[in-house]
Nanobody, 115 residues
Framework: QVQLAESGGGLVQTGGSLRLSCEVS????????MGWYRQAPGKEREWVAR???????NYVDSVHGRFTISRDNAKNTVYLQMNSLKPEDTAVYYC?????????WGKGTLVTVSS
């Protein structure tokens, strides 16, 4: 079992920044892939960023260069630093853990970017 708890969402103006946090209930180095997803109103959930256990990072094209995924192994926390935010980044952001093929999800944190 893996429990995930996101925090850090809020309201920000276009061009602003936010940092999301995801606290993980077990050592994140034991988790195959940690990721962030988002779901905008009326749209399907989409993958945003991921980090493998060895540290390889990948991003969806729409956030590449603006968002950075990172982790603090000592705190068992994964972060998503979001810069140059745009209104189209407005969504509920979910933390995801792929642990030996089983997907675990947090409850999400809302990010709203005003124009």
């Amino acid at each position: 079992q893996v429990q995930l708890a996101e925090s850090g969402g809020g309201l920000v103006q276009t061009g602003g920044s936010l940092r999301l946090s995801c606290e993980v209930s077990r050592a994140i180095t034991s988790i195959n892939i940690m990721g962030w997803y988002r779901q905008a109103p009326g749209k399907e959930r989409e993958w945003v960023a991921r980090m493998s256990s060895p540290g390889t990072k990948n991003y969806v094209d729409s956030v590449h260069g603006r968002f950075t995924i990172s982790r603090d192994n000592a705190k068992n926390t994964v972060y998503l630093q979001m810069n140059s935010l745009k209104p189209e980044d407005t969504a509920v952001y979910y933390c995801n853990a792929n642990y030996y093929g089983i997907q675990y999800w947090g409850k999400g944190t809302l990010v709203t970017v005003s124009s």
